[in-house]
Structures are given as C-alpha cells and as structure tokens.
C-alpha cells in the first residue's frame, strides 16, 4: 500500500523505506497509507490482486470507523445508538475517503474534526489506537494477501533483526502457535491495564511472547480483582494516576509499535547506545509480531501522535520519549540471560537464567531459541 | 507439552518429597565445567548400582544435558539415604567454540557443542531453580575456586537454602590445593576426594548419608 506524507502530500511507493527518517520533502514525519478502500470496492474487478487487499482493507474499514465510532462519541457524547452509527461510518468513510484522501493531503486532523473528516482521520491517526483492540483478529486472517514489496520490507527488517539475534519470532510464527497465542493475549493486555508499567513493557520482548502468557494470565486474575476491589472503596490519588498513564502508555507503546513495520523503526529514532537506531526497536516489535500483520496500513505513527486503545485522551508526545528510552532499556536487560555474541559464542547471565520461569530448551542458529513457560504453576506452587 | 508434564510432575514430586522421609532426594551435582561432575557421578552411581551415569571426557562441557540416576541407595555408619543423582553441565558465564578447538574437534562441531553447553547450563540453573533437593558443588581444586560462577551459585544454593556439600576434586594432581577451597567457603563443609582414582570415598559417602539423609 502506498504512503503518503499528511504534511506534503508526497506518495511513496509501497515498502518504500524512503519515509523511514522522514518525509524527504517537507521533513514530516506523520504519513498515510494511501487508501486502497477506493480501489477496495471495485478491487475485484480489478484484478486477482486486489483481491486480498480489499479484503483487509475492508476489515480495516471496518475497524477504524468502529474506532472512529466510539470515540466521537467519547467525544462528543452523541447518543446515536451504535449500531447506525458504525453502519454510516463505514460507508461513509469508505467513500469519503476516496476522495479527500487523493486529493488533498490530510494535514491537520489529530481529532479535530470527528464527524466531517472521520475517513481520513481515523485512518491515520486512530490507526494505531484501534490497533490493540482490533488487530489480533483482522491480522490473523489474510496473512498472505500483502504485495511483495511489504513482504519484503518486513523480510528486511525481519533480516536485520536476525543478524543481531534475538529477532526471531516473527519467522517462527507461522509454525509454532506460541505467536498466535500472544497474539491472543495482546488485548488482554491491553484491557487489563495493571499498575505497574515495569511488567506491562516487560512483554515486549521477543522471549516474551510466552511469558507473557503467563504474566497477563496472572495479572488479569489478581490485579483485576485488585482493581475492582480498590474501585469500590478507594479515592485514585495523583500517584496512582500517573503510574497508571504509564503503565498504559507502556501497553500503548507496544501494539503502537506492533502493525507497521516502518513505525517501529521510525519512532526510535535517537538514544539507543547499544543499538544501530534504526533497527533499535525493531526486533522487539518484530520478535514479538507475528509476520502476519502486513495488512496493517503502513501508517506511520510516531512516538507522538497520541494514542490510547481506550480512547482516553493521551500524554502530551514529549513523555514518551523517556519511557520509550526505559522501555527498551528494560527490553535490552532482558535479552541479557543469554547473550550470542557470534554463532558459537555466548554470554550467559547466570542469575537471569536462574530467575526466569521459561525454560530454554533449545537454542537454534541465528539466535533463535525455543522456551517453555510453564503456565500453571511457578516458583509460588512449590511451596505449597 | 510433554516436557512441561515432565516439569510438573517433577515439581510435584518434589512437593511430595518434602513430606515424605522415604522418597529419595534428588540431589544436583553442581560445579564449573571439567570440574569432575560426571566422573564423581559415575563413580557413586558404579559404587552403590553398578552402572554409569554418562561419558566423561576432559573437553569441557562433555555433559551437555542434565542425566539422572534414579534411587540410589548409599549407606554409612548406619545411616542410609537413598538419592537420585542428577549430573548437570558444568555451569559457566561464558561458552566460546574456540575453546573445543584446541581439541581436535571441527568448527561446525564445536559450534554445536558450544550451543548445546549453552542450553546445557541453561537447563542446569532450571533444575536448580525447580528440582534439586540437595547440591554436591564440585570443585577443581587444582583451580582458584573464588570465580564469578562459583560465587555466584553457591549464593543461589544458599539463597534456597538448600543442603550443600562442596567436593574439592582432583586432589590425585600434584597442584592441588584442597585449603584454598575451604577458606573459600568456610560456611560449608568441604570434603577432598579424587572421584577419578577414588580417594577418599569413604568420607564422601559418610557426608553424603550425613547431610542428605
């Protein structure tokens, strides 16, 4: 699908990495996928091509209007009931969004005009903020359907990620199922926002995948309760608050990162001194996204275009930054049970190994390496 | 799943270990590489069974996956304990296929022996975590046992307060030094011994019945 820049206007070709350090025209950094719901409609008429993309343009129709539904309303207050309203938006959007989106470049619609320009804006914009919710189910349906160019995108990125190691699952996703179920559990993450932000960005990590299962599956059963329980009787104070913006942003972070493969790169750009910028992030976001994502739009979000699964209003962009930077400090401290520092060669860190609930069975080439997580018990059940 | 089956029972056998006297103990034996692991396990699984444990060899690393023998019955002095010896790689900080090298061994196979250390030491500090009820720590004692490794475990087997014995092994070579280990760790009981010429068994087996028992 191909991209273009909200500010200029400029199209890039589909799995153009030009836009990766920005718009080279205007030095935007907010891009569009240009939308093929116009060519959706009749895509299959079109050609065997369009097919797929039309489906999963559809979905994403589909999708991003919901979105786009539920937070005009958060907005606005609109008692329409839901049903209509999604109705209209579909089809509004798909045919209003032919049309703006071709000629005029969307520039300026960070929410602020939730009816008339629903099409465009949630498109870009809400992209990422319907991703949490929405992705799981829309991205494990026509995994195949992408242009070569995405794939080959992603297989670079996917490349660059196994050169330095830990960037494996993706490959892996389509044969094992442990992806598909992180997958699963993303939303959960997302709809159970914990307090405690160290954890929730703990999973994204490429070994996390399967921990996460067990760390969401714990957290939804107590730390919900908790949170019910503490609903009931206590006053939130500005602490908590903040702990719990962050711990959301962290959550946020992560599906924002997750969808498309050129956000994650572009979104990182600075202050990784371990890593090569442009690849700091992306195995993360590789690791732990099943390649199967490719229908996503390509939009790309930066670190600051707000984002909130919920449709809470979101931390001013500047915050992000730091926890980003935290973020993947904690991600690096992760990887550090064992280190490959070259086929053949590795660092081992005896104290994370010995921490860790997963158990490595097998350490493949490339960096690659099989765990199992234990699911339903832990160090807790021995002492019983 | 099958390995995580393993794993659970295991844990719950452990479990039930520990409100059963007669259920043996399953006791890890923990040390560096080429320490003398394997060849103390064959020699105790040989003196009480008859049969080995695994391979020994002076590579490093020769014992890639945990190995266990199971019911292990060793007495003295009246007192008898009946263990399972689990034999585990030698835990290292650091694995590097050049080190395989200098043993006549190919790239590609000290590649992969080098990966299989890796996951071996893996599984070892699993088990330790999950599955041992007693330690016997290896030490070469020809070497300067205060290294990052060491210290490091032997923490972590205090830590979970388990019973340890360390073995200061090799004491047959001219360099060895069974002192040094000992003021090492002064807060555990050290017993010398050479499991490959099989000195000094006797007292390994009268601490062996002593501490895990």
Redesign the interface.
Known sequence: MPHQCTTCGKVFPDGSKEMLSGCPSCGGNKFQFQPASTTSDTGSADGSDNTGASDSAGSQDLTSSAADAVRRRAAQNDARPTTEDEETTVQDWVNSQSQPTRDSPRDSDAGGDPDSQRGPDPQRSSDSRREPDRQPPQERQPPQTRTDDRADSKRTSKDDATERGWGEWPSQSGTEPEPASARDDRPDAVSSTGPDPGEGSERSTQRSPRKTNRGIRARTEDEEDNSQRSARSDVVTPEELAALDSSRRNQDDKPQREPPRETTESQQPPSNAQQPPSEAQQPPSEAQQPPSDPQQPQVDAPADVPTDADGHVVEPPSDDRPDLDQLREELNDQFESIKIVNPGQYELNLMELYDRDEYIISLREDGRYVIEVPDSWGPGDRDD | MG??TD??DS?SR??DRLFSESEPKRIGIYGPPNAGKTTLANRIARDWTGDAIGPESHIPHETRRARRKENVEIERNGKKVTIDIVDTPG????????EFLDHDME?ED???R??EA??G???A??W???DVDGVIYVLDSTKDPISQ?NT??IG?IESQDLPVLIFANKIDLEDSNVERISNAYPQHETVELSALEGENMDEVYAKIAEYFA
């Open positions: 390995l995580l794993l659970r844990i452990v479990v835990v290292t900080t650091k694995v590097d296929y050049k790239k000290a590649v992969r080098s990966r890796t996951e030491v893996a599984e500090m699993h330790l975590r999950e490794v490091m475990l972590i």
